[in-house]
């Protein structure tokens, strides 16, 4: 199959490490046009870390970076807005770039918090404010966009709504999308290529080639493999209320 | 009716309100109350400085306080003690240095107290034209640079991701913030201007509820502060400078009020 989709984001053998210490290292990977790539891994294994080194907020990493883009769209895993500073979802919609007032509706109308236009950012709860996040940076249209688990903190059917939504953006918008997700099962549904990462990337691939992979089993456990087989066979699977399948 | 020196005062006055105004709310948002007055306090450094090198003071304070920035920035790469230790460090040794070397200049009188609350009634025509110059040139830089600033204000990581290069605006803010102190040092002092830095600032966000309105209330909280502390001033036959400060204070604890009767309503 012909592959000549643009290139918008390519990380080559690249690390970084902080007073001697490496925090992650050899990471190399590539994201194109309509492409979903997803790094999954343990607490502390360098997920966030990566993505920050792929968006160039490092100032000394090791290993080379090269975006092919500046309509980059970025939902960190943290962030925090002091009190000192007013301000309005409104006002955070435009942080970065000028949008129009039907630009700010409809994204957030996406999310579907529009109702919270004029609410401080600081009184919303961390649901609300993930989605805020996440239509602040689908508005600006970006090419590529860097999602660092976007729905932490939504609830539960909120959440598959979101993933189909960023799958949706992918698929239409065209724009390659960097995704960190901790819900496995929605990682193997829905992303083209995967990277498992603990200090260094352990194994990478499509879906089907990961789960299959020894290392993979290692880090996430037997029942982990499973899920792309429930997934292959079984589409009207059933959730558990903490997000986890249940298995029949 | 009103004596030249009087109009000249206020003229000065409502210039650095409105720098003042917008600057502050940055102060009080990026949390640098604290790095204002570092600057503030080494301005007494910079007028020694200027008597002994026979420079304009308000070049060599700005030379002095961009020197003292940079080297917070040193000291931050070379110890990981918080930066509130390492701005009293430096507030207080070069306050102590500037008074030492003061000792030392036994031909010139210098007027310490003029310093540290210095002199509006005293305003020629010279100041006026920096205050003016110097402010609008300030205030157009921070209206050019207002989006990518405010972004690195929000969140770092955000701004850097989406190409809003904060280092560069946090370096130019910075220079900015030793510019005000630099022009405002000799008509309110150094104690005073960290005042009007943070006082209408933070009366503004009592009754604000978004950036831009914030900024517009910190202005007309200066404003009012200047007015009312110079006529009162005029009045009672006060210091100006203590006078102007004492007004924001009042109108600062009037917020108060406000945001707590503002509450009661939502309940």
């Excluded at chain 2, 921070?142 to 370096?171: Q, V």
Aim: hydrophobic share 50%; charged share 15%; with cysteine.
């Amino acid at each position: 199959m012909p592959d000549n989709k643009k290139i918008l984001l390519k990380v080559e053998n690249a690390g970084i490490s902080v007073n001697g210490k490496s925090l992650v290292r050899g990471v190399s990977l590539e994201v194109k046009q309509g492409e979903i790539v997803t790094l999954i891994g343990p607490n502390g294994s360098g997920k966030s870390t990566t993505a920050k080194i792929a968006l160039g907020i490092y100032k000394k990493i090791d290993g080379k970076v090269k975006t092919y883009t500046n309509k980059i769209g970025y939902v960190p895993q943290k962030i925090s807005i002091d009190w000192t500073l007013p301000i309005r979802v409104m006002d955070f919609m435009t942080l970065t770039e000028e949008l129009t007032q039907d630009q700010i509706n409809s994204a957030l109308n996406l999310t579907g918090v529009e109702h919270l236009k004029d609410k401080s950012l600081s009184n919303l709860s961390g649901g609300e404010f993930q989605r805020v996040l996440i239509a602040r940076a689908i508005s600006k249209r970006p090419e590529l966009l860097v999602l660092d688990e976007p729905v932490q903190g939504v609830d539960f059917k909120g959440e598959i709504a979101l993933y189909e939504l960023i799958k949706q953006i992918s698929d239409k918008m065209k724009c390659g999308i960097l995704l960190i997700s901790h819900d496995l099962h929605v990682v193997m549904s829905a992303t083209d290529f995967v990277l498992c990462l603990n200090g260094h990337v352990c194994c990478s691939g499509t879906p089907q080639k990961i789960v299959k992979d020894s290392k993979y089993k290692e880090l996430f456990g037997d029942r982990a493999s499973n899920i792309l087989s429930l997934y292959e066979h079984k589409h009207d699977h059933t959730h558990s209320q903490d997000g986890t399948i249940d298995q029949k | 009716m009103l004596d030249d020196f009087f109009i000249r005062a206020l003229l000065a006055g409502i210039g650095i309100a409105l720098i003042t105004g917008p600057l502050g709310c940055f102060v009080i948002w990026r949390r640098l109350s604290f790095f204002a007055g570092t600057l503030a306090h080494s301005a007494l450094l910079g007028v020694t400085m200027a008597l002994v090198f026979e420079l304009n003071i308000a070049f060599s304070v700005f030379l002095i306080s961009a020197v003292l920035a940079i080297l917070l920035l040193q000291l931050q790469t070379k110890t990981n003690l918080p930066n509130d230790a390492l701005l009293g460090l430096l507030a207080h040794s070069s306050l102590a240095i500037g008074l030492v070397i003061i000792g030392f200049l036994t031909t010139i009188r210098f007027d310490v107290m003029g310093l540290l609350f210095g002199d509006i009634l005293a305003v020629n025509q010279n100041d006026l034209l920096l205050i003016w110059g110097g402010g609008i040139f300030i205030l157009t830089i921070l209206k050019f640079i207002w989006k990518p600033l405010f972004a690195s204000t929000i969140n770092y990581d955000l701004a850097k991701a989406e190409g809003m290069e904060p280092d560069r605006y946090n370096a130019i803010f910075t220079i900015l913030m030793a510019a005000i102190i630099a022009i405002s040092i000799k008509i309110v002092g150094l104690l005073l201007i960290t005042g009007m830095l943070i006082i209408p600032a933070a009366l503004a966000r009592n009754i604000s509820n978004n950036p831009l309105q914030m900024v517009i209330l910190s202005t007309i909280g200066g404003l009012l502060s200047i007015l009312i502390g110079l006529f009162s001033s005029l009045e009672f036959n006060t210091a100006s400078g203590p006078s102007i400060i004492t007004a924001a204070l009042l109108l600062f604890l009037i917020s108060l009020i406000k945001t707590k009767r503002y509450s009661e309503l939502k309940k």
